[in-house]
């Protein structure tokens, strides 16, 4: 029988764990606007069609899920690492960080948690690193489009007090149109001042 994105969760179940949370993030690679890091505990009988990774998703199918997750979860927490604290820590402790904090804002304390990709250290409680746990487990890609469509929104904010950047069309990633921009005006605010280099070379050279 094939498994489902809500098998996992199932699973640890019939293993006694009651409340499961799992942890993903957007904008990991881009050169503007923050990460955005979200936690999200499913009940037990969600329903959610069509759930998985973000990325696979359009705008209104991520638009849809978000507002049904919201409808359903028993909690969502969210956490916004900015372009500054990139800078200052790094993006993989960004990662980390925030992935603490968004269990953190969680107003229903998880049992179990499951992290998209990678293990993270300091959780004090039993987790799972699962790969592309974003298409594989329901919780975790809950969070996925939780963290993408939050960031999204932010970027659309952004790109009204930045038209000239179009944020709004690429949501801060390294396009050639966002290069070309950055060439003309140079960083903005919420820009990573750490990554624009290196990613506009990459671009260059592609």
Not at 154 to 165: E, I, K, R, S
């Amino acid at each position: 029988m094939r498994k489902t994105v809500f098998h996992y969760e199932a699973e640890l179940r019939v293993a006694g764990f009651t409340a499961i949370a799992g942890v993903d993030e957007a904008g990991r690679g881009a050169l503007a606007g923050p990460l955005v890091v979200a936690a999200v505990v499913l009940p037990p009988d969600a329903e959610l069609v069509g759930l998985t990774d973000s990325k696979l998703l359009s705008p209104k199918q991520r638009t849809k899920l978000r507002q049904e997750i919201d409808q359903i979860a028993l909690s969502v927490g969210i956490i916004e690492v900015s372009a500054a604290e990139i800078d200052e820590i790094g993006i993989a402790q960004a990662d980390i960080q925030g992935m603490r904090r968004a269990l953190a804002r969680l107003t229903t304390a998880p049992d179990f948690v499951i992290t998209d990709g990678f293990a993270v250290d300091g959780i004090d409680r039993p987790n799972l690193a699962m790969k592309k746990g974003d298409r594989l487990c329901a919780s975790v890609a809950a969070a996925s489009i939780v963290a993408k469509t939050h960031r999204d929104d932010l970027m659309l904010t952004w790109a009204d007090l930045y038209p000239q950047y179009g944020f709004a069309e690429h949501k801060g990633y390294g396009t050639s149109q966002h290069i070309v921009a950055l060439r003309e005006y140079g960083n903005s605010a919420i820009h990573r001042s750490t990554f624009i280099w290196d990613k506009s070379r990459s671009l260059e050279a592609s």
